[in-house]
């Protein structure tokens, strides 16, 4: 999941510093970031001796710990189960089918076709099931179900696949949602994967550019944002 998840959260709602981890210079691959997340993946958090992981892992926890606005993660029943069930349906839809552009570049054209057709099956299926005439997923508020979607899919559109331009619909709950985070806050956290295609090798930790090309934008993916230190 990517880092600018927990990192236009936890901004957005003034809860922690994030503290910036240089993916590119490989700054989640050292010992000491290992001591808070073992996996070597940001975003992770640290609250005292508690650490965590994971960016849904962590939004659910600022929202529980901290007094946040209702309408990130709503006390009434269904409004939750709303988002909730957004959680758990965008792992193998919008998550997977949308990294598979950003992650598998460059693609053949074959392949590309294969990816663009299934991640357009699953925008229909968003579009169609959980936001339909809505403001929001979960109503006439953003919650976290629309800042998870959103954020996935940037990945995408960062990989140069231009997914609003003929869906007026999505284009304004896009809209929507970057005006209820803060438009530019949304843009400094993804303001690095937004570049990843103008990168140059001395931008690189030297053991980053022997990692094969798959791998390698794996590590990007996974370490371009924060590392979150709650200041109880």
């Known amino acids: 999941m990517p880092p ?10 003034q809860h922690t510093p994030a503290l910036a981890v240089n993916g590119l210079k490989a700054e989640n691959l050292t010992e000491e970031f290992r001591k808070v997340n073992v996996l070597m993946k940001v975003p992770a958090l640290k609250d005292g001796s508690f650490t965590l992981a994971e960016s849904i892992a962590i ?74 005439d809505k403001p929001f997923i979960a109503g006439s508020e ?30 304004a709950w896009r809209s929507r949602v970057e005006e209820a985070v803060g438009k530019e806050l949304f843009l400094e956290a993804h303001q690095d994967i937004m570049n990843v295609k103008n990168l140059t090798a001395d931008q690189f930790a030297p053991e980053l550019l022997e990692t094969p090309l798959p791998a390698l934008a794996e590590k990007l993916k996974n370490s371009y944002c924060a590392l979150l230190n709650l200041k109880s």
């Not at 600018?4 to 709602?13: H, I, P, T």
């Not at 990945?155 to 284009?171: D, K, N, S, T």
Request: glycine share 2%; with cysteine.
């Open 59 to 132: 939004l659910l926890y600022l929202v529980q710990k901290f007094k946040t606005p209702d309408h990130w993660y709503p006390a009434d029943l269904q409004k939750r189960a709303r988002v909730d069930e957004y959680l758990s349906w965008q792992h193998t839809n919008i998550r997977a089918k949308g990294s598979k552009l950003f992650l598998s570049q460059p693609l053949p054209p074959e392949k590309l076709e294969l990816a663009t057709e299934e991640l357009n099956v699953a925008l229909k299926e968003f579009e169609e099931k959980f936001l339909q």
């Open 142 to 171: 953003v919650s976290l179900a629309d800042l998870v979607a959103l954020v996935e899919l940037m990945q995408p559109v960062c990989a140069g696949y231009a997914l609003f331009e003929e869906r007026p619909a999505l284009a």
């Open 4 to 13: 600018a998840l927990a990192y236009c959260f936890a901004k957005q709602n």
